[in-house]
């Protein structure tokens, strides 16, 4: 089955096409066909796609809405010029998997879409109001273009933290304010946790239940989940993605106080507030430089600039206390697992947060550490008591099997 796999953005579209079936997916068979991103959307769009590992492909259309992207990019992969020999028209996609951000406290797990479940994910654009539009236009675009016939799947970032108890899920804020809107905490990356959970357990030969570990999402969004008997049992997003540990540009955990100080004192509104927090913040506020880890570690090495010194310094010991507080919360944890962009590749930052937790068992094999860049290994040394690992996510694959689970009635796995 090749599963058109659809990651939308306000202006963006992320894609990939991966071939995959029950069979596939026990023999770890799964077939990458070819992925990319269209950014622009609604203007002069550029449009990237490569087609398995040979060289990145650039175009430019102009593509004024979601519809138009989908219908650009479905054509040119069947067309001759893509190079791509599997899909020869639309007929040669046979399913979509959607990611979509917040699934409320309805969507517990992926499921497969019809006019209710559509139903259900507009509801939750409340919850939302920045990412669930878009994922509802692809999913639209997507009918228009494939026709009812053609199954899609929505996967909800949402989903794997449904599991968090209440002690862990509500804020101490009057009850009626959970009942009237539902203010509580959610956590997303839900899709990126569960998958290097199941690759954890996979590295180890572990059952679910057996699945202890405490796992780490950096990239420009980062959050962080305790897994307990293979089930989310706290995260640090909360009702939304600005929660929790420091960012790219999103603030993380602060006094709630400082956002009227902050509006007060700036003369800004509630939503300026809210904006400020979300895009210029994190690594990019305090650095005043840049959101981006791989820069701001080169500037450290060259200048050794106290304000970039001081960013990752608050993003590291802030990922520290999670830890910290989350072994406390689970009774204490097997292993600690890195993933996203800068916990994939960036030894330093594994290091740095690691360090001074021999308290816990953790003691880091820094030549190991410094060789697993960008693939799945353990980082930690034979002494270690506390496991750490470091394991690339693939969001994309988890909903592609998802995607062909729903579609067959298989149990959900997590
Ligand atoms: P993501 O959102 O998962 O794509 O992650 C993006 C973040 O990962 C950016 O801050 C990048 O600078 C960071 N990143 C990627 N590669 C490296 C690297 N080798 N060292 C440090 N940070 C990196």
Same mark, same amino acid.
């Given at each position: 089955?090749?599963?058109?796999?659809?990651?939308?953005?306000?202006?963006?579209?992320?894609?990939?096409?991966?071939?995959?079936?029950?069979?596939?997916?026990?023999?770890?068979?799964?077939?990458?066909?070819? *992925?990319?991103?269209?950014?622009?959307?609604?203007?002069?769009?550029? =449009?990237?796609?490569?087609? *398995?590992?040979?060289?990145?492909?650039?175009?430019?259309? !102009?593509?004024?809405?979601?519809?138009?992207?989908?219908?650009?990019?479905?054509?040119?992969?069947?067309?001759?010029?893509?190079? +791509?020999?599997?899909?020869?028209? #639309?007929?040669?996609? $046979?399913?979509?998997?959607? *990611?979509?951000? $917040?699934?409320?406290?309805?969507?517990?797990?992926?499921?497969?879409?019809?006019?209710?479940?559509?139903?259900?994910?507009?509801?939750?654009?409340?919850?939302?109001?920045?990412?669930? !539009?878009?994922?509802?236009?692809?999913?639209?675009?997507?009918?228009?273009?494939?026709?009812?016939?053609?199954?899609? =799947?929505?996967?909800? /970032?949402?989903?794997?933290?449904?599991?968090?108890?209440?002690?862990?899920?509500?804020?101490? &804020?009057?009850?009626?304010?959970?009942?009237?809107?539902? +203010?509580?905490?959610?956590?997303?990356?839900? #899709?990126?946790?569960?998958?290097?959970?199941? *690759?954890?357990?996979?590295?180890?030969?572990?059952?679910?239940?057996?699945?202890?570990?405490?796992?780490?999402?950096?990239?420009?969004?980062?959050?962080?989940?305790?897994?307990?008997?293979?089930?989310?049992?706290?995260?640090?997003?909360?009702?939304?993605?600005?929660?929790? %540990? =420091?960012?790219?540009?999103?603030?993380?955990? %602060?006094?709630?106080?400082?956002?009227?100080?902050?509006?007060?004192?700036?003369?800004?509104?509630?939503?300026?507030?809210?904006?400020?927090?979300? #895009?210029?913040?994190?690594?990019?506020?305090?650095?005043? %430089?840049?959101?981006?880890?791989?820069?701001?570690?080169?500037?450290?090495?060259?200048?050794?600039?106290?304000?970039?010194?001081?960013?990752?310094?608050?993003?590291?010991?802030?990922?520290?206390?999670?830890?910290?507080?989350?072994?406390?919360?689970?009774?204490?944890? /097997?292993?600690?697992?890195?993933?996203?962009?800068?916990?994939?590749?960036?030894?330093?930052?594994?290091?740095?947060?690691?360090?001074?937790?021999?308290?816990?068992?953790?003691?880091?094999?820094?030549?190991?550490?410094?060789?697993? &860049?960008?693939?799945?290994?353990?980082?930690?040394?034979?002494?270690?008591?506390?496991?750490?690992?470091?394991?690339?996510?693939?969001?994309?694959?988890?909903?592609?099997?998802?995607?062909?689970?729903? +579609?067959?009635?298989?149990?959900?796995?997590?």
């Amino acid at each position: 089955m090749n599963v058109l796999v659809l990651n939308s953005g306000s202006s963006s579209l992320k894609f990939q096409i991966i071939a995959t079936d029950m069979e596939r997916i026990q023999q770890y068979k799964d077939d990458r066909i070819c *992925r990319g991103e269209v950014e622009g959307i609604g203007g002069e769009a550029i =449009v990237h796609a490569q087609y *398995r590992n040979e060289p990145n492909r650039t175009m430019t259309a !102009p593509l004024r809405d979601m519809s138009a992207t989908l219908d650009y990019l479905v054509r040119y992969i069947a067309s001759d010029r893509s190079g +791509i020999s599997e899909i020869k028209s #639309t007929a040669d996609i $046979h399913a979509v998997g959607h *990611r979509v951000v $917040h699934g409320g406290e309805r969507f517990t797990e992926s499921a497969l879409i019809n006019d209710d479940v559509l139903k259900g994910i507009e509801d939750c654009i409340d919850l939302a109001p920045l990412h669930n !539009p878009n994922n509802i236009r692809a999913i639209q675009s997507a009918r228009e273009i494939f026709g009812k016939d053609v199954p899609q =799947v929505a996967v909800f /970032d949402t989903a794997f933290h449904h599991s968090i108890p209440e002690q862990a899920s509500l804020y101490a &804020i009057p009850y009626h304010l959970y009942r009237r809107h539902r +203010i509580r905490r959610y956590g997303f990356h839900g #899709t990126s946790h569960r998958y290097v959970a199941f *690759r954890y357990r996979a590295l180890r030969g572990l059952t679910r239940e057996q699945t202890n570990i405490i796992t780490l999402h950096l990239g420009n969004g980062c959050s962080a989940a305790a897994i307990k008997g293979g089930n989310s049992i706290d995260t640090s997003m909360g009702m939304t993605p600005l929660e929790g %540990l =420091v960012m790219g540009t999103r603030s993380g955990d %602060l006094d709630p106080a400082i956002v009227s100080v902050i509006a007060r004192k700036e003369g800004m509104s509630a939503s300026e507030v809210d904006t400020l927090l979300n #895009t210029q913040s994190g690594l990019l506020g305090i650095s005043g %430089l840049t959101n981006d880890m791989r820069e701001l570690q080169a500037e450290l090495k060259e200048h050794d600039d106290r304000r970039v010194r001081l960013a990752i310094e608050i993003f590291c010991y802030r990922a520290r206390k999670y830890i910290g507080a989350y072994l406390a919360a689970m009774g204490g944890a /097997d292993a600690i697992v890195f993933t996203g962009g800068i916990g994939e590749n960036s030894a330093d930052v594994r290091a740095r947060i690691c360090s001074g937790m021999e308290w816990a068992g953790l003691q880091i094999d820094d030549a190991k550490n410094n060789e697993t &860049i960008g693939r799945e290994g353990l980082i930690s040394n034979e002494k270690s008591k506390l496991l750490a690992y470091a394991i690339p996510t693939d969001e994309e694959l988890l909903i592609a099997r998802d995607t062909v689970r729903v +579609i067959k009635g298989e149990p959900h796995p997590s």
